[in-house]
């Protein structure tokens, strides 16, 4: 079986072998990232040379593609001579360089203009992103055929909250440890959703930011895996620290509030199929079959039960430093041993371990011998350095 990795975006929950790009040894520099503008932009659009009115409400919602190409809709709307008036365009244009060039299209719906005024504006502009703390801010001139033009100034909010939720990647229990992976929990953690892609490991290096959104541990940067606007999964950085740590988010948004985690030396925890997050992922070591109920995963790959004396592999997090040391912050090229001992219960009955090590990032792989047990679901519990993982995982046994 190769040392490499398949996670679920979103939960590091795994289905399907481990075989994507946590494999690479090597890959291409990462281009740099604008932010994304994707989202609800408020505020006023000004027309210095209307004789009825020289300021407007305007709204823009945006949808921007990997490619940079704009899509969405410009709201204008006014209140005058105790009348509202309002007109909806579809919108096309294209970000680069923090610079928003747009063209509005067809006219979606709305109201004739105020008494005297030929007909809304049909604008096209030119509006440059500067970011703050808690917002952003495109802002521009316009111009339109027949109309004298003026300048948009539109915010929107970019304060980051993680509301206390960073928890083990596998386990989603409280507590972290070094090279272990966790989930933090929010809302605007991030204006784009993706997992990390070949083109953001340099030399092998294990991406700190994706598409400018960043962690901290401790001060330490962590390794990004996946980012959305209310997830974020990522693998803590080496750090001797134990106890109390900060955790933050930093996008170019801006930064959110830091959440207290307790880090531990030891954070053991199973990955689970993602079905019902009970089931442990295990897979006969020899024959490389899914280990869990017939049927647990549909016509995704077919399961049974594990039976008594068969080598039977499952993977972890938070099993700790190895022996020899891995390269920190690197793709894992070599397979290498617990440097702790790590013991392991299945329904309560001591199990025989042949291996437990660490074949990709925050990834631990243990290799054991089923023990004769009654047919039924049985408790799957590691120890390692005295610290138990959670005893409601289980393996179905035959």
Not at 122 to 133: E, H, K, M, R, Y
Request: contains cysteine; neutral net charge.
């Amino acid at each position: 079986m190769a040392g490499c990795a398949a996670m679920k975006k979103g939960t590091i929950s795994m289905l399907v072998r481990w075989v994507v790009f946590l494999c690479v040894a090597a890959a291409l520099p990462l281009a740099a990232q604008s932010p994304n503008i994707t989202g609800t932009w408020t505020g006023q659009t000004t027309e210095p040379a209307n004789p009825l009115k020289t300021v407007f409400g305007f709204e823009m919602d945006l949808i921007e593609a990997a490619s940079g190409a704009v899509t969405g809709t410009t709201l204008v709307s006014a209140d005058y001579n105790g009348s509202h008036y309002f007109a909806l365009f579809s919108l096309t244009g294209q970000f680069a360089n923090g610079v928003l060039t747009f063209q509005d299209g067809a006219f979606l719906s709305g109201t004739p203009p105020p008494a005297g005024v030929p007909g809304w504006c049909d604008i096209s502009g030119i509006v440059a992103l500067t970011t703050g703390t808690n917002s952003s801010t495109l802002s521009g001139p316009w111009q339109a055929p027949g109309c004298p033009g003026g300048v948009i100034t539109v915010t929107r909010a970019t304060s980051l909250q993680t509301t206390g939720a960073v928890v083990n990647g596998a386990s989603f229990q409280d507590g972290l440890c070094s090279d272990a992976w966790i989930t933090i929990r929010g809302s605007n953690l991030a204006f784009t959703s993706r997992t990390w892609q070949l083109a953001d490991f340099v030399n092998g290096a294990l991406p700190t930011s994706l598409d400018g959104v960043r962690v901290t541990i401790n001060g330490r940067a962590a390794y990004v895996y996946y980012i959305s606007p209310g997830q974020i999964n990522a693998l803590a950085p080496p750090d001797g620290a134990t106890g109390p740590v900060l955790v933050q988010v930093f996008s170019p948004q801006g930064s959110s509030n830091t959440v207290t985690v307790n880090k531990q030396i030891y954070a053991p925890a199973l990955f689970t199929y993602s079905q019902n997050q009970k089931y442990a992922v295990a897979e006969d070591a020899l024959t490389y079959a899914y280990l869990a109920p017939a049927g647990l995963l549909g016509n995704a790959a077919v399961t049974r039960p594990a039976m008594a004396g068969e080598n039977v592999t499952i993977y972890a997090t938070g099993l700790g430093q190895t022996n020899p040391p891995f390269a920190e912050g690197q793709v894992i090229q070599v397979a290498q041993p617990v440097a702790a001992s790590v013991q392991l219960l299945v329904g309560n009955v001591s199990a025989k371990v042949l291996f437990a090590g660490i074949i990709a990032p925050g990834l631990y792989q243990i290799n054991f011998v089923v023990p004769n047990l009654p047919k039924g679901d049985a408790a799957v519990v590691i120890n390692v350095g005295g610290v138990a993982s959670s005893n409601q995982i289980f393996l179905a046994i035959q």
